[in-house]
């Protein structure tokens, strides 16, 4: 089986590093469902980038890896306290 590669070039934007990033067909159709027709693939790359951060953000602010419950807590208080 034959893999396609499509290359997106931003050309229209004025004042910015242009890059080509190569991508197959699968991902390149992945990644469009995530706009318009009227977004360019920098727009649904970026839009996906800032879901991306505040989805990392929500996971470390809503993790429950080193931290205790308020019963723990007050405990702990009251033991460091109460000397």
């Known amino acids: 089986m034959t893999k396609t590669i499509n290359f997106i070039y931003y050309s229209h934007y004025s004042g910015y590093s242009m890059s080509t990033i190569q991508l197959s ?24 980038y800032s ?3 505040k989805e990392q953000l929500r996971e470390l602010l809503m993790s429950s890896e080193n931290t205790m419950t308020i019963e723990e807590a007050m405990a702990e208080h009251a033991k460091r306290w109460s000397k």
């Open 25 to 48: 067909n699968e991902t390149k159709k992945l990644i469009s469902t995530f706009g318009t027709k009227e977004d360019t693939y920098e727009d649904i790359i970026k839009r996906l």
């Open 51 to 53: 879901l991306a951060v």
